[in-house]
């Protein structure tokens, strides 16, 4: 079982819908956990942090349950600009793990 | 302010033979993280490097080896390549923060695309 597992997607929506994303880990002593953001041919980019009270950035919502170790990202009212492949992240001390990331389509 | 350089941008490499990728950190980072990225996958963790050792060590061979400068700047160097080595190498930097073995959010470079023939 990989650590880190997401949605293997694709995810291919209309502009304006509302989409989200899962993920789990397996490492219950994982410390903190982020969405990143992965254009084409490009690096990962920090999209948000995410905590255990739940974090929205604009249109964009993150939350962390523990418990069940399990991270979410919602957007709403997708934009063509959101296409990209959506990579989870849990880190350790130094260690980042990423998932496989779940790519995203949004269409006019 | 500029960002996380990497170069080369592409190699392409026979394999047996060894490759030396290059990354300069973001201004202020002291920690630099390197990353194999292999096509439709996440990044999987190689080593850090901070205060010119490195720190901690992901699932790589010995084949993987890395260096870091006095200024922060850092070397990855991979021997004996095999054609599983084709990926993009992402170098991430950071900055370490103090009194632990934590750094803060790490920001990656455009990356290195290696193809091993």
């Known amino acids: 079982r990989k650590e880190v597992e997401q949605d293997p997607g694709p995810f291919n929506v209309p502009e304006g819908a509302t989409v989200a994303f899962n993920c789990t880990y397996s490492?219950?002593?994982?410390?903190?956990f982020f969405w990143y953001r992965q254009d084409c041919r490009k690096e990962p980019k920090l999209l948000m942090s995410?905590?255990?009270s739940g974090n929205e950035d604009g249109r964009f919502t993150a939350q962390l349950n523990r418990a069940s170790q399990y991270i979410s990202l919602l957007i709403r009212d997708s934009k063509l600009s959101d296409s990209a492949t959506y990579l989870c992240?849990?880190?350790?001390?130094?260690?980042?793990?990423f998932g496989a990331g779940t790519r995203l389509t949004v269409k006019p | 302010d500029a960002g996380v350089t990497q170069s080369p941008t592409h190699l392409i490499k026979t394999r047996g033979q060894q490759v030396t990728l290059r990354c300069s950190p973001k201004?202020?980072?002291?920690?630099v993280s390197w990353y194999q990225q292999a096509l439709g996958q996440g990044p999987q963790f190689i080593f850090q490097?901070?205060?010119?050792?490195?720190?901690q060590r992901g699932n790589f061979p010995d084949r993987f080896s890395g260096h870091q400068f006095p200024n922060y700047s850092s070397e990855l160097n991979v021997n004996a390549l095999l054609l599983g080595d084709s990926a993009l190498y992402l170098c991430?930097?950071?900055?370490?923060?103090?009194?632990?073995?934590?750094?803060?959010?790490?920001?990656f470079g455009p990356g290195t695309r290696l193809t091993v023939l």
């Open positions: 991430a930097s950071s900055l370490g923060l103090a009194g632990g073995p934590y750094t803060d959010t790490q920001y």
């Open positions: 490492n219950s002593a994982s410390q903190s």
């Open positions: 995410v905590y255990s």
């Open positions: 992240v849990v880190t350790r001390y130094n260690d980042m793990r």
């Open positions: 201004s202020g980072h002291d920690t």
């Open positions: 490097y901070y205060e010119e050792e490195e720190r």
